[in-house]
Nanobody, 112 residues
Framework: QFVETGGGLVQPGGSLRLSCAAS????????MAWYRHIQGEERELLAGITSDGQTKYADSVKGRFTISRDNGRNTAYLQMNTLRLEDTAVYYCNMMPPSAQWGQGTRVTVSS
């Protein structure tokens, strides 16, 4: 199970930090990722982090977003800086590659 929080309304150029509380599996041994779904488009993999902390990013967010994890808290994070209008979406976390079970997501709206 995944519970995403931290979304909201932010102006362009602003920042948000998303959190993902995971349960029901051994979080520490799985790679985790953040995805987003922009209305009318396919769900997109934004950032991934392996069990030992190696990260990778989609070109669209590289240099602006940072993924991290706290294995002791079974929680993954996504620090989002320099947000753009086109970052407006529902953000989800899941394993990487994703399991079939998705959380509710957290909505991020970037608007002036």
């Amino acid at each position: 199970q995944f519970v995403e929080t931290g979304g909201g309304l932010v102006q362009p150029g602003g920042s948000l930090r998303l959190s993902c509380a995971a349960s029901g599996f051994d979080f520490s041994i799985y790679s985790m990722a953040w995805y987003r779904h922009i209305q009318g488009e396919e769900r997109e993999l934004l950032a991934g982090i392996t069990s030992d902390g190696q990260t990778k990013y989609a070109d669209s967010v590289k240099g602006r977003f940072t993924i991290s994890r706290d294995n002791g808290r079974n929680t993954a994070y996504l620090q989002m800086n320099t947000l753009r209008l086109e970052d407006t979406a529902v953000y989800y976390c899941n394993m990487m590659p994703p399991s079939a079970q998705w959380g509710q997501g957290t909505r991020v709206t970037v608007s002036s």
